[in-house]
Nanobody, 126 residues
Framework: QVRLLESGGGLVQAGASLRLACVGSGESFDRFTVGWFRQAPGREREFVGV????????YYADPVKGRFTISRDNAKNTVYLQMNSLKPEDTGVYYC???????????????????WGQGTQVTVSS
């Protein structure tokens, strides 16, 4: 059973950068597709982006395209979310989630992922 642990959140000013990490423990983490989601207070959890097991496929939600980048180091069982040019509307709890497989049509669905981390808070002040 893979477990996920996010880290790297914090309080920053608008325009700053943060890098979140999602560390997977357990066997075969390098087989998993990993997605990032976020949830702002009073709002539903929303898709941010995804990376497949091989790093050949990355896919981002429109609000973060060009600012956020997902990468992974399978030797370290870690997936990263590099966030640049942060805006106040990027504030929320950020979660990583994992599942084997998936498709472009389903990567953005919360129901695609069966394994979730506990989340890390990102707060962007104006």
């Amino acid at each position: 059973q893979v477990r996920l642990l996010e880290s790297g959140g914090g309080l920053v000013q608008a325009g700053a950068s943060l890098r979140l990490a999602c560390v997977g423990s357990g066997e075969s983490f390098d087989r998993f597709t990993v997605g990032w989601f976020r949830q702002a207070p009073g709002r539903e959890r929303e898709f941010v982006g995804v990376i497949d097991w091989s790093s050949q496929i990355t896919y981002y939600a429109d609000p973060v395209k060009g600012r956020f980048t997902i990468s992974r180091d399978n030797a370290k069982n870690t997936v990263y979310l590099q966030m640049n040019s942060l805006k106040p509307e990027d504030t929320g709890v950020y979660y990583c989630a994992a599942q084997i497989g998936g498709s472009r049509e389903t990567y953005s669905w919360r129901s695609t992922y069966r394994i979730w981390g506990q989340g890390t808070q990102v707060t962007v002040s104006s």
